[in-house]
């Protein structure tokens, strides 16, 4: 139908506006006739293609069956309570939530549009030099509160014939003593070769039962070695360094948390850089601009 104008320009317009958007509206109708409902409460409509995505790949006929109802139920149920709450909240209430959802809307995009530009423009790699800088600035910082060890470790089973060979060989381990106990590792229950990594004493105290709290200081002192026994295995270790409670932090045992600090300040310093200069270029366009107050 067409509105009878005066104007001939208008009512060209006029007919040409009433017949698009009888076209869109008959699109949209065709779009949603074409979805097949899956159930509906009031004016909203739940699609069969709004759940498929959430059936996870070879689940049975039954147990998608049983999703499918409690979904439909879980979805009905909360279009049912939100219209009572836009019914019995009060004005205030709802424009509250209105403003929250507003945020929250805005707090998502926002973020997720700042990680883009972050994992496009900012560097993650960290140097050895940075690491090192940073230590010995910030060392005090960086007291241990547990007890650290690096140890040579060997557990045998009770019955191994010979042992005096391993602990000569631990002990001294030379080039040929770490191939010689490599080549008859497999017949240790444990081992660790690797002396130069920090572990926490709690750990150590976990892998070696005869070794407790209270006994712990007996045994695991700097270039200390010990032979533990139990009704399991015989525990050989041999103590290459010890930090106590209170002392520094050696730079690799923190070197991970130190690059995550470092990351961390350097991802807020390129957000900031990425805020500033989006407000200048803002202002520049005449995009932004901040009205004087009346005092």
Known sequence: M???????????FLCF???????????????NEEKEPLARVGERYLYKEDILPLLRKGISVEDSASFVTNYINNWASKQ????????NLQEEKLAEFDALVADY???????????????????????????????????ENFKLKEKLVQLRFIELPTEFLNKGEVIKRLKSFNEEDMAYLDSIGVQFRKLNFNDSIWIRAARVIEEIPPLTPENQDRYLKKSQFFE???????????????????EIAPLSFIEPTIKQVLLSRRKL?????????????????????????DN
Not at 269 to 293: C, G, H, M, P, S
Request: hydrophobic share 40%.
């Open 2 to 12: 067409c509105i009878l104008l005066s104007n001939a320009r208008t009512k060209v």
């Open 17 to 31: 506006f009433v017949v698009l958007l009888a076209l869109s509206c008959g699109s949209y109708l065709k779009e």
């Open 80 to 87: 049912l309570l939100l219209d009572k709450a836009k019914i």
């Open 105 to 139: 809307r805005t707090d998502l995009y926002t973020r997720a549009y700042k990680e883009a530009l972050i994992g496009q423009g900012s560097d993650s790699l960290v140097s050895s030099s940075q690491l090192k800088s940073f230590y010995e600035r910030e060392k």
């Open 228 to 246: 533990l026994e139990d009704s399991v295995g015989v525990y050989l270790a041999r103590i290459n360094d010890v930090r106590q409670v209170n």
């Open 269 to 293: 310093d390129y957000i900031r850089k990425l805020e500033t200069e989006i407000l200048d270029e803002a202002i520049k366009e005449n995009e932004f601009e901040v009205y004087a107050q």
